[in-house]
């Protein structure tokens, strides 16, 4: 089993930064592509950044050229730098994960989910 645990959301006035974590454990052989997700109330959930073990990124057009998505591989840990970030880009943002771990009857791969950590950006 894979835990992913999200941190850094907050209040943040217009044009102003975030920097969110996800940090995942448990019993991990490896970890393929890691992305950021964010769901805003009334609206469906969309992907807003991912990157994959080898570090190649894809964003949503709406955060291109303010977020950057990057990883550190040793700590299993994702980081979305959020910058001039805008009233729209208020939701909840998930940290989604592709892990394989390490079981009794061999490798698996699955898909994870964090909870989730609250960006609300109001002046």
């Known amino acids: 089993q894979v835990r992913l645990v999200e941190s850094g959301g907050g209040l943040v006035q217009p044009g102003g930064s975030l920097r969110l974590s996800c940090a995942a454990s448990?019993?991990?052989?490896?970890?393929?592509?890691m992305g950021w997700y964010r769901q805003a109330p009334g609206k469906q959930r969309e992907l807003v950044a991912l990157i994959t073990s080898g570090g190649t990124t894809n964003y949503a057009g709406s955060v291109k050229g303010r977020f950057t998505i990057s990883r550190d591989n040793a700590k299993n840990t994702v980081y979305l730098q959020m910058n001039s970030l805008k009233p729209e880009d208020t939701a909840v943002y998930s940290c989604?994960?592709?892990?394989?771990?390490?079981?009794?009857?061999?490798?698996?791969?699955?898909?994870?989910w964090g909870r989730g950590t609250q960006v609300t950006v109001s002046s």
């Open positions: 448990g019993s991990i052989f490896s970890i393929n592509a």
């Open positions: 989604n994960a592709d892990a394989k771990t390490r079981t009794t009857y061999g490798y698996l791969t699955n898909n994870y």
